[in-house]
């Protein structure tokens, strides 16, 4: 399972960005893809999830109002696009990934992370 995450950047505050989690090695339509975050001297911090298997999503609520998840089932991808965002909003970014097929109620399977992808938010 490869995981690979693009599209962060340097943003002013108010701006947008979209990051893009491309998946493979995987049964796409079987995994939930998570979008995490960790600032430096902080803990990671779970802000979104797609699972690929119900087509549910969840947020934080960081986030909620301001990011949207989705998926693309014809690219293995999963994208976190980020509006309005603040500087509190700095951070790497790092997607995941877990085998959840429909009716799973929790999971022991491993899960998969990308290597990070840096966001940093202006004042």
């Known amino acids: 399972v490869q995981l690979v995450e693009s599209g962060g950047g340097l943003v002013q505050t108010g701006g947008s960005l979209r990051l893009s989690c491309a998946a493979s090695?995987?049964?796409?339509?079987?995994?939930?893809i998570g979008w995490f975050r960790q600032a430096p001297g902080t803990e990671r911090e779970g802000i979104s999830n797609?699972?690929?298997?119900?087509?549910?999503?969840s947020y934080a609520d960081s986030v909620k109002g301001r990011f949207t998840i989705s998926s693309d089932y014809s690219k293995n991808t999963v994208y976190l696009q980020m509006n309005s965002l603040k500087p509190e909003d700095t951070a790497v970014y790092y997607c995941?990934?877990?085998?959840?097929?429909?009716?799973?109620?929790?999971?022991?399977?491993?899960?998969?992370w990308g290597q990070g992808t840096q966001v940093t938010v202006s004042s």
């Open positions: 797609i699972t690929n298997s119900e087509g549910t999503a």
């Open positions: 090695g995987l049964n796409f339509n079987n995994y939930k």
């Open positions: 995941a990934a877990q085998y959840w097929p429909r009716r799973t109620l929790a999971s022991k399977t491993p899960v998969y």
